[in-house]
T-cell receptor
Framework: AQSVTQPDIHITVSEGASLELRCNYS??????LFWYVQSPGQGLQLLLK??????LVQGIKGFEAEFKRSQSSFNLRKPSVHWSDAAEYFC???????????FGGGTRLMVKP | DSGVTQTPKHLITATGQRVTLRCSPR?????VYWYQQSLDQGLQFLIQ???????AKGNILERFSAQQFPDLHSELNLSSLELGDSALYFC?????????????FGNGTRLTVT
């Protein structure tokens, strides 16, 4: 069975600072990997996805993520955080021949002015 | 706007009661998923439908049931409600119902059981 761990439940960064959110997965082969963001009162929105190829993927809102097979990780990064980035971020994994995603527990990001 | 519509936005009901949550998928999407989000369990997959047929089942209680209708909208029925069923219930839709088809989430229905 696949599983996803997001080690950081809460993270606080200052506006303009860089950000890295950690995600580790457990799966027997290389899965499909996703990052979603949930703003207060909203559903989840897809930020980016990794299927194959270049291990550094670009997403919306200036986010990027890097797939590292040797570390079973898919960390999300942003070089300069904006106050509007305050939200909860979810990493998700899906089997390549599957039909549903398993989500991590989420990381709540707070941004200090 | 994801294009996925969930109604109602909020539901407050008593223990032992039954409620129905409704979801209209994004235009063109054939698959509907239901997820439950709670503080202690996180985001848990409940059930998936594709073009009217059940495709996958997750951690869905026997007191819960769902279906997808010919017009592709879906309903999640929760019965004999308990306090622990209080949660945010999300519907998501995708084109093909496979993991390489991105999920589009609705804004959820917040269920409070008192």
């Amino acid at each position: 069975a696949q599983s996803v761990t997001q080690p950081d439940i809460h993270i606080t960064v200052s506006e303009g600072a860089s950000l890295e959110l950690r995600c580790n997965y457990s799966y027997g082969a290389t899965p499909y990997l996703f990052w979603y963001v949930q703003s207060p009162g909203q559903g989840l929105q897809l930020l980016l996805k990794y299927f194959s190829g270049d291990t550094l993927v670009q997403g919306i809102k200036g986010f990027e993520a890097e797939f590292k097979r040797s570390q079973s990780s898919f960390n999300l990064r942003k070089p300069s955080v904006h106050w509007s980035d305050a939200a909860e971020y979810f990493c998700a994994v899906g089997a390549r021949a599957g039909n549903m995603l398993t989500f991590g527990g989420g990381t709540r990001l707070m941004v200090k002015p | 706007d994801s294009g996925v519509t969930q109604t109602p936005k909020h539901l407050i009901t008593a223990t032992g009661q039954r409620v129905t949550l409704r979801c209209s998928p994004r235009s063109g999407d054939l698959s509907v998923y239901w997820y439950q989000q709670s503080l202690d369990q996180g985001l848990q997959f409940l059930i998936q439908y594709y073009n009217g047929e059940e495709r996958a089942k997750g951690n869905i209680l026997e007191r819960f049931s769902a279906q997808q209708f010919p017009d592709l909208h879906s309903e999640l029925n929760l019965s004999s409600l308990e306090l622990g069923d209080s949660a945010l219930y999300f519907c998501a839709s995708s084109v093909s119902g496979t993991t390489n088809s991105p999920l589009h989430f609705g804004n959820g229905t917040r269920l409070t059981v008192t």
